[in-house]
């Protein structure tokens, strides 16, 4: 059997020794290839590494593992959550099939899951898991409201509350805030409603998704128009308007 190549992720160094110890046991089946002491580190190494199977924290500062991964893009690997917090809802992680370790890890726990990774198809369905996961942690834990956006100067964390609107300009989305200039965003509409599922947000028009906090009006007409609270004017296409005025 060929070894997995293992990567850690984790803003805590005692619980990357503590991993790095139980991943001792099962070595013949696992070989660690790096650990990164948070989220930024982590990222790198994701992608120069590019390893078949990752530990990742769910609960690091400034990015949380699923910011994380949102921002990576699809990876070629296996990933296991790892947290310290139950209130990360098992439920979701059991609907979405996907695997998780509770710290401290259970040494007969973790030899389950290394079981499951060898025995499951390496990229079966993965990105279509991890959607899945996210829109349940979302509904279940209203403190997940942050995106990560990546800029050419840096990474932005956004609160979807302070977004008033995205905007599809091609395979890209503007982000309009409620203050401040414009972002542009390297994914499709429809991967950003994916995104902000269940966090307020309706899909007005092929072209418009906008936050119901932020609309002051609903001009009548063929076709009719959003007014915005920031003055700006978003049409509005026929069959959504039932969509829109089954959220009040």
């Keep these: 059997m060929e070894r997995l190549r293992a990567l850690i992720i984790d803003d805590e160094a005692g619980s990357i020794k503590a991993l790095e110890w139980e991943l001792k046991l099962v070595e013949d089946q696992v070989e660690l290839v790096g650990s990164a002491n948070g989220p930024e580190e982590g990222l790198r190494l994701l992608k120069e590494m590019k390893p078949d199977l990752v530990f990742l924290d769910i609960e690091m500062p400034g990015m949380n593992g699923f910011e994380l991964l949102e921002y990576a893009g699809p990876i070629d690997g296996q990933v296991i959550f790892t947290t310290a917090y139950d209130k990360f809802a098992v439920r979701a992680f059991e609907v979405s099939a996907l695997d998780y370790l509770l710290k401290p890890v259970d040494e007969a726990e973790l030899a389950r899951v290394i079981d499951k990774v060898h025995s499951t198809q390496r990229h079966e369905h993965f990105q279509k898991k991890l959607e899945f996961l996210l829109r349940e942690m979302r509904r279940r834990d209203p403190d997940l409201r942050t995106i990560v956006v990546p800029t050419a100067e840096s990474l932005e964390f956004i609160s979807v509350d ?87």
């Design 162 to 248: 302070t977004i008033s609107r995205f905007e599809a300009e091609s395979n890209y989305t503007r982000i309009h805030l409620t203050e401040g200039r414009p972002l542009l965003m390297s994914k499709t509409l429809k991967l950003v409603e994916e995104m902000v599922d269940g966090m307020g947000f309706c899909r007005v028009h092929n072209s418009h998704l906008v936050n119901v906090r932020c609309i002051k009006r609903l001009l009548r007409g063929d076709p009719g128009c959003v007014v915005m609270q920031d003055g700006s004017t978003v049409p509005l296409a026929r069959g959504r308007k039932s969509d829109l005025l089954d959220r009040f």
